[in-house]
């Protein structure tokens, strides 16, 4: 039985965890993130937070909404999650697939803050206010961006974690 799970939600929700607990159930994982670090790595630049969003953003300007849900396809197994699914355009594409399910994942912004503080990455932000804002246009965006908040609205099922 073919089963594919796709999962969105806003940074630091907890998708990588619920990823990997679907890989040690038995299910490949990939990310659309990986698609973007990709082509990062190939125009010489970091792999930070802004540096990815401006990628994935130009990416779907230049190739169509869906491009990294496309570009990750071949790559699915009978049984696979695709986390980091951040447009509408991506959901679009993956449920082309049977058996496909997006599962929305979100916690309270304060409890994703102290996650994102915890994890160091690179542009998550180092205040509260300044991770606010950098998910307020992650949540809001229209056309290329992302639009964290449509997808959510698009979610088979809610998990608050």
């Known amino acids: 039985m073919k089963i594919w799970v796709g999962l969105t939600g806003p940074n630091a929700s907890g998708k990588g965890e619920a990823s990997r607990f679907l890989s040690e159930a038995g299910?490949?994982?990939?990310?659309?993130?990986?698609?973007v670090?990709?082509?990062a790595t190939r125009q010489g630049?970091?792999?930070?937070?802004?540096?990815?969003i401006r990628i994935?953003?130009?990416?779907?300007q230049e190739f169509?909404?869906?491009?990294?849900?496309?570009?990750?396809?071949?790559?699915?197994?009978?049984r696979s999650v695709v986390d980091s699914i951040r447009n509408p355009g991506e959901i679009a594409?993956?449920?082309?697939?049977?058996?496909?399910?997006?599962?929305?994942?979100d916690a309270p912004i304060e409890l994703r803050f102290e996650r994102s503080r915890l994890r160091?990455?690179?542009?998550?932000?180092?205040?509260?206010?300044?991770?606010?804002?950098k998910e307020s246009l992650e949540l809001a965006?229209?056309?290329?961006?992302?639009?964290?908040?449509v997808c959510l609205s698009l979610a088979d099922v809610m998990i608050l974690n």
């Open 37 to 39: 670090r990709e082509e």
């Open 141 to 149: 965006g229209e056309g290329p961006g992302q639009q964290l908040r």
């Open 93 to 105: 594409v993956m449920r082309g697939l049977p058996g496909f399910h997006l599962l929305g994942v």
């Open 56 to 60: 994935g953003t130009w990416l779907r």
């Open 120 to 133: 160091a990455r690179s542009g998550d932000g180092l205040t509260l206010e300044v991770f606010r804002r």
């Open 27 to 35: 299910f490949s994982q990939h990310s659309l993130s990986d698609v």
């Open 64 to 78: 169509g909404p869906g491009v990294l849900a496309e570009r990750t396809l071949p790559l699915l197994e009978d």
């Open 45 to 52: 630049l970091d792999h930070s937070r802004d540096s990815l």
